[in-house]
């Protein structure tokens, strides 16, 4: 997964494709979320750390309340005028 999010960074940059630059991203958040609940799973069967199941849990509400707090706030919104008209979904927005 974190070498298709780092492919897909990489081929957007090249095409100077700001959507599958961004989606590069979210992949690499996707997979960093996986990995910590495989992580906390692990540790639990192996360890039997009951907590550690719980404490990757706890990485994902984070990550959720986060993205909340974005999304309500409006900072990941760009102001149309701040484009110009030819650059709608290219480059710019």
Request: hydrophobic letters at 50%; one cysteine or more; aromatic letters at 12%.
């Amino acid at each position: 997964m974190f070498a298709m999010a780092f492919g897909k960074a990489r081929t957007g940059a090249a095409l100077n494709n700001a959507v599958l630059t961004t989606e590069g991203r979210v992949t690499l958040i996707d997979g960093a979320l996986v990995a910590a609940v495989l992580l906390g799973l692990v540790l639990n069967s192996a360890f039997g750390w009951w907590w550690a199941d719980p404490a990757a849990g706890y990485v994902l509400v984070y990550y959720a309340v986060r993205e909340v707090r974005e999304i309500f706030s409006g900072e990941h919104l760009v102001p149309l005028t701040a484009c110009p008209p030819e650059t709608y979904g290219y480059t710019c927005c």
